[in-house]
């Protein structure tokens, strides 16, 4: 899914490509002299639509309430290839790197449950996904939301080590050690646990658990463990709505370090 700039659908190459940046400026901070949006061909059947976000920083705290298509779209936009990719896009304390390629694409216009104008992509030939985020960023997203959340309970985080271990093809063991500091005291909290990806590029998961070692390890773990047990069993989406209706399969973890997710698209 896309957020499209102004409240009058496009009617030209020219429009659809202004339209489409500006949206895509609202979501991602990109360099003003990046050229986002490439179009190949004439509205509304391109031979091609590249999207470049290299270089843009999404603030995952600021980003807006997911959207639902109503149903509602009739005009369509297609092109033969479709392109998206990032060489990195920045998330919070982490780069993930993207990229996307896809045959036949049609993608449709409709609004929003707010009104705002977005387009869809609906349907797809085949093409292929690939995304990858070094472990050492991982480990980074993961330490800024660990550092906030010690901080509200007068704690400090002083380091905190990941390990990944592959299971299957889409399974993941997660080994998290988190040491952390209260007052003169130190500890270290260790949570487990499983993440499974479907082909919707959603993470579930599962088998979270929870230890203290030391008295300040001990007493984290204490508030911790209702929060752990809050998301455990729960899915969560790793990729924006832009690739709703692209159908992937063949989705598989190809790498643990850095983590690497490969699929493809198509029926």
């Known amino acids: 899914m896309f957020y499209l700039a102004g409240t009058i659908e496009p009617t030209s190459a020219d429009d659809f490509t202004k339209a489409l940046e500006g949206g895509i400026r609202e979501v991602v901070t990109l360099p003003s002299d990046l050229k986002i949006v490439t179009l190949t061909g004439d509205y509304p059947a391109f031979e091609a639509i590249e999207i470049d976000l290299t270089g843009g920083r999404i603030n995952t ?17 297609t092109a033969k290839i479709f392109q998206i990719f990032a060489h990195p896009l920045n998330v919070d304390a982490g780069r993930i790197s993207l990229d ?13 449950p707010s009104g705002r104008q977005i387009i869809l992509p609906v349907s797809s030939e085949s093409g292929t996904l690939k995304m990858e985020i070094p ?14 959340a010690a901080a509200q309970q007068g704690a ?41 990806l479907d082909d919707h590029l959603t993470a579930r998961l599962s088998e979270m658990n929870c230890e203290g070692e030391g008295v300040a390890g001990k007493i984290a773990a204490g508030f911790l463990t209702p929060k752990i047990r809050q998301v455990d ?24 370090d850095p983590v690497r997710i490969e699929g493809a698209f198509g029926a």
């Open 156 to 196: 400090k985080i002083t380091a905190l080590e990941l390990k990944l271990i592959a299971r299957t093809e889409r399974s993941l063991a997660i080994d998290l050690r988190v040491h952390a500091k209260k007052m003169m005291m130190g500890g270290v909290v260790h949570i487990s646990g499983r993440v499974d």
């Open 233 to 256: 069993g729960r899915s969560f989406p790793l990729a924006a709505e832009s690739l709703n209706g692209l159908h992937l399969h063949d989705l598989r973890v190809t790498s643990v």
């Open 100 to 112: 996307l390629s896809a045959r036949a694409v049609t993608l449709r216009y409709d609004l929003d």
């Open 135 to 148: 472990l050492a960023d991982l480990e980074a997203l993961i330490l800024a939301r660990a550092t906030a």
């Open 61 to 77: 705290a600021n980003r807006p309430e997911k959207p639902r298509g109503l149903g509602t779209g009739k005009n369509e936009v």
